[in-house]
């Protein structure tokens, strides 16, 4: 292989070593400034599930290194989410130079609302699906069971439901990139509907631990959201396509 021809992917992985790099700083960055309160985010985070545990209950530790190990897993994840937005930059910046004009008008604004959509989801999972979800879990409870849950145990539980509304909530970003890009149309879309509804439901399964309630409160956002996308998607049909079309033209 010629000299010539290795610098070019020199230089691409060089770029790429920064962008990493760049994005691991922000999130340490964040993370040390977050750290001295890892207990006190713990506390925000379990909020909901004990407000409704029974009088006298509380969460339990069953590992030694518990209760200092998992705030501190916990505040590491909160740094990279709120480095979601660096995260995402630097994606953008590493892909840009190789993007149509077009492409780098839509990639920001997607950026952005796919920022917003995933916060969203977190949040709609804290405020609203949570109290719901751990109401029905604590009434539900078998006479004689007292609910006394690992705070190991219970972050997972709730880093899933997070990362599953997170992802479904950027629904909308997906089916306007899809029909921006040609692949599909509203039209196509609205007459799926029905399959939409019930892979909504199967997504709902895969994404959430198995109980219904978690399942059936993912899903209901997830096909409004759906909507919304085949709302949005009609003003970019094959945009993609035409502009990409346009700018081999002007070039040629």
Known sequence: MAVEDTQPLISHLIELRKRLLNCIIAVLVIFLALAWFSN????LVA??????????????????????????????IVSVFLAVPVILYQIWAFVAPALYRHERRLVMPLLFSSTMLFYIGVAFAYF?????????????????????????SYLDFVMTLFMAFGVAFEVPVAIVLLCWTGVTTPEMLRQKRPYMLVGAFVVGMLL????????????????????VGVFCSRFYVGKGRQAREEEHETES
């Open 40 to 43: 006190d985010i713990y506390q």
């Open 47 to 76: 909020e909901p599930l004990i407000k409704q545990l029974p009088i006298g209950s509380s969460m339990i530790a069953t590992d030694v290194a518990s209760p200092f190990l998992t705030p501190i897993k916990l505040t590491i």
């Open 128 to 152: 609203v699906v949570f109290p719901m979800a751990f109401g029905f879990f604590a009434k539900t409870a078998p006479q004689g069971v007292t609910m006394a849950t690992d705070i190991a």
């Open 208 to 227: 959430t631990p198995p109980d219904v309630f978690s399942q059936t409160l993912l899903a209901i956002p997830m096909y409004c959201l759906f909507e």
